[in-house]
């Protein structure tokens, strides 16, 4: 069984910085694509941003493209989220998921999720 912990948010003044991580266990973690999402109050969950098995491949949402980064480093089975210039309207729960196979953007081939972490981006 997959188990995904995120763990390095928290609460931030607009402009500033915050870096996400994610720790995997219980699957093999380099051989499957790994995904950020975040849900505001109220709203529904969406994308931010998806890395390959290998890192060779990424993707953002456009409301974070430049200003965050996916990463991941296989030996230490987590993946990471670097978050700058960060805006109130990234506040948000943000969740780290498995993907089902070594690639994919899409939420619905994420089969495995953590907790989420609260980010809140005060103005």
């Known amino acids: 069984q997959v188990q995904l912990v995120e763990s390095g948010g928290g609460l931030v003044q607009a402009g500033g910085s915050l870096r996400l991580s994610c720790a995997a266990s219980?699957?093999?973690?380099?051989?499957?694509?790994m995904g950020w999402f975040r849900q505001a109050p109220g709203k529904e969950r969406k994308f931010v941003a998806a890395?390959?098995?290998?890192?060779?491949?990424?993707a953002y949402a456009n409301s974070v493209k430049g200003r965050f980064t996916i990463s991941r480093d296989n030996a230490k089975n987590t993946v990471y989220l670097q978050m700058n210039s960060l805006r109130p309207e990234d506040t948000a729960v943000y969740y780290c998921?498995?993907?089902?196979?070594?690639?994919?953007?899409?939420?619905?081939?994420?089969?495995?999720w953590g907790q989420g972490t609260q980010v809140t981006v005060s103005s």
């Open positions: 890395i390959s098995w290998s890192g060779g491949n990424s």
């Open positions: 219980g699957r093999t973690f380099s051989s499957y694509a």
């Open positions: 998921a498995m993907g089902r196979t070594g690639w994919s953007t899409l939420q619905a081939d994420f089969t495995s």
